[in-house]
């Protein structure tokens, strides 16, 4: 079974505060990628990667930044976290090898801004 | 630019109905399609993945059709159970996934 882990379930930060969320995985995808979940405004991606030192933007990037070193982990960094970056957070991962491309969630991290 | 488009926004049916959840999209031009089952508060499960070439899937009560020429796909799930309850939710890829707003599915025993 593909598993997706990240580092926490529940985060409570202030604002003004640098935050890192991390996600890994154990299934060698080569494509990973981060969303927020917001009610009412559905998923949103914020940031991808299709390999090692490889991102792209998403549809909301501002104010986050990714880091992959190593094929199995994705961060995401709030560099200065503010108040309107409340919200669950959604790690995922595919592979590409056989076209599948089938997406696997993790957990997800409530982060709250204070 | 996709948009994918999911009605009804919210369902509640009686333990043993059989059910249908809708998901539109504009651009037929996918890779695939995949739905998703997420319970309050958790992350995304995936339940069935349809590639373009493909008809449909099903696995256990569950089954996926795929139309994309008409932009269309639904999720048939037999025999409701409570346990269904869920926000039911479906995705395409062109590159990468764009998200429907879900299905909030309640199954009243």
């Known amino acids: 079974d593909v598993k997706v882990t990240q580092s926490s379930r529940y985060l409570v930060k202030r604002t003004g505060e640098k935050v890192f969320l991390e996600c890994v995985q154990d299934?060698?995808?080569?494509?990973m990628f981060w969303y927020r979940q917001d009610p009412g405004l559905g998923l949103r991606l914020i940031y991808f990667s299709y390999d090692v030192k490889m991102k792209e933007k998403g549809d909301i990037p501002e104010g986050y930044s990714v880091s992959r070193e190593k094929k199995e982990r994705f961060s995401l960094i709030l560099e200065s976290a503010s108040t309107n970056q409340t919200s669950m957070y959604l790690c995922?991962?595919?592979?590409?090898?056989?076209?599948?491309?089938?997406?696997?969630f993790g957990p997800g991290t409530r982060l709250t801004v204070t | 630019k996709q948009e994918v488009t999911q009605i009804p926004a919210a369902l509640s049916v009686p333990e043993g109905e059989n059910l249908v959840l809708n998901c539109s999209f504009t651009d037929s031009a996918i890779y695939n399609l995949q739905w998703f089952r997420q319970d309050p508060g958790k992350g995304l499960t995936s339940l069935l993945l349809?590639?373009?070439?493909?008809r449909e899937q099903t696995s256990g009560r569950l089954n996926a059709s795929l139309d994309k020429s008409s932009g269309r796909s639904t999720l048939y799930i037999a025999a409701s159970q409570p346990g269904d309850s869920a926000t039911y939710l479906c995705?395409?890829?062109?590159?990468?996934?764009?998200f429907g707003k879900g299905t909030r599915l309640s199954v009243i025993a």
């Open positions: 349809i590639q373009s070439s493909q």
């Open positions: 995922a991962s595919s592979s590409t090898s056989g076209g599948s491309y089938e997406q696997y």
């Open positions: 995705a395409v890829r062109n590159t990468p996934l764009v």
């Open positions: 299934m060698d995808h080569e494509n």
